[in-house]
């Protein structure tokens, strides 16, 4: 069975051999790509770092910097960390994949670190376009964040052909969608080229219910979400519903 994914190129490599273990073959069609916002890094000291991309390492990677690698560095996932671990942070702490359990993890954390001690401040390497669930849920608890937006997503104007060969070569497989943004990018493309249809034969799997909720789930042939926010659990929800 052939899964369709549509994240940046990078991202799509590393996902071969995760779906490859679960009898999948891939297809490629990236519909991003990663770019340096030029945002400068803020001056000052901050008590940690937070990571819920590994994008914003391979900002800090390509500018060849680490900044407060000698404080906690707090990372949504394990990829993440390992990309932390590479740009020498070491004390790097890890998360469940969802921006709730990192959060709780850094207020538990921090809290009793400061206790008795002025508000702890965290310096958030991030996107431009990101979720607010983690600055809100740190906010409320009293953590203050300074917040560096070092990359953007830039869509890719893609082809109607490219679409068109990515679409057919997955004919009664799947697409996988990582986020929602990716998935309505996705739909953004099918629909400025009047492809709808294309997608009567296909799986959408989503790696959440969240990631896939937006999406119009009656021009699938089904769709389904993964049980856990994770690519080797997706390609598992992938397989058992192949036909």
Request: charged residues 25%.
């Amino acid at each position: 069975m052939k899964v369709l994914l549509t994240r940046r190129s990078e991202d799509n490599a590393r996902m071969v051999p995760v779906f490859a273990r679960h009898g999948l073959e891939t297809v490629s069609l990236p519909l991003v790509e990663l770019e340096d916002s030029g945002c400068r890094l803020p001056e000052g000291e901050a008590d940690f770092t937070i990571f819920t991309s590994a994008a914003a390492v391979a900002i800090l990677a390509r500018r060849g910097v680490a900044p407060l690698a000698g404080k906690p560095a707090y990372a949504v996932g394990e990829r993440t960390s390992d990309a932390l671990a590479m740009l020498a942070y070491k004390d790097i702490r890890i998360g469940d994949g969802s921006a709730a359990d990192l959060a709780a993890r850094i207020i538990a954390e921090q809290s009793a670190a400061m206790a008795g001690a002025p508000s702890p401040t965290g310096l958030y390497l991030c996107g431009e376009t990101r979720r607010a669930e983690l600055e809100q849920r740190l906010e409320a608890a009293g953590i203050a964040l300074v917040i560096a937006e070092l990359y953007r997503l830039r869509p890719l104007d893609m082809r109607r052909q490219a679409l068109e060969t990515a679409l057919a070569a997955v004919r009664g497989g799947a697409i996988a969608v990582f986020s929602a943004e990716s998935g309505l990018r996705l739909m953004a493309q099918v629909r400025r080229h009047g492809m709808e249809t294309h997608l009567s034969t296909l799986l959408l799997a989503g790696i959440s219910e969240p990631a896939i909720r937006p999406l119009p789930a009656n021009l699938f042939r089904k769709v389904i979400h993964a049980d856990g926010p994770d690519a080797g659990v997706l390609a598992q929800a992938i397989q058992r519903n192949s036909r």
